[in-house]
């Protein structure tokens, strides 16, 4: 398995977890958290184009060097851990670690009440 399929996976074990109540988060936090994503997500949008430029030959002289290192650039900005690379599966991904914040915040509510159940029963 590839490292950016594993990393696919990650996010969505962790929606999984969260749809079967693996993990549950209050409201404020939740709010915190999807908002630093959305962010990100959002930020990525905007910039995309620009981003794209990487994608493309930096305008550098017709020297031998100058062709080899602009052929580098490329290269590495699209390969398998390079930054246009990592950045779509950020972008993709995101979206994910929010819907599974979602969800967990669906379980901190019936978490929170058998919580406060409990700790009503102990204090009787």
């Given at each position: 398995?590839?490292?950016?399929a594993?990393?696919?996976?990650?996010?969505?074990?962790?929606?999984?977890?969260?749809?079967?109540?693996?993990?549950?988060?209050?409201?404020?936090?939740?709010?915190?958290?999807?908002q630093?994503?959305?962010?990100?997500?959002?930020?990525?949008?905007?910039?995309?184009?620009a981003?794209?430029?990487?994608a493309?030959?930096?305008?550098?002289?017709?020297?031998?060097?100058?062709?080899?290192?602009?052929?580098?650039?490329?290269?590495?900005?699209?390969?398998?851990?390079?930054?246009?690379?990592?950045?779509?599966?950020?972008?993709?991904?995101?979206p994910?670690?929010?819907?599974?914040?979602?969800?967990?915040?669906?379980?901190?509510?019936?978490?929170?009440?058998?919580?406060?159940?409990t700790?009503?029963?102990?204090?009787?």
């Amino acid at each position: 398995m590839t490292e950016d399929a594993r990393e696919a996976d990650q996010a969505v074990a962790l929606k999984r977890l969260a749809s079967n109540g693996g993990f549950a988060v209050d409201e404020r936090t939740g709010e915190k958290m999807i908002q630093a994503l959305q962010d990100i997500v959002d930020a990525l949008e905007a910039r995309w184009p620009a981003l794209q430029r990487f994608a493309g030959s930096p305008r550098l002289s017709s020297t031998a060097t100058a062709r080899w290192v602009s052929a580098v650039m490329v290269r590495t900005a699209g390969d398998d851990r390079g930054l246009l690379t990592r950045l779509q599966q950020a972008r993709a991904e995101l979206p994910t670690y929010i819907e599974a914040i979602r969800l967990a915040q669906e379980n901190y509510r019936p978490a929170d009440g058998d919580t406060a159940a409990t700790l009503h029963r102990y204090r009787a």
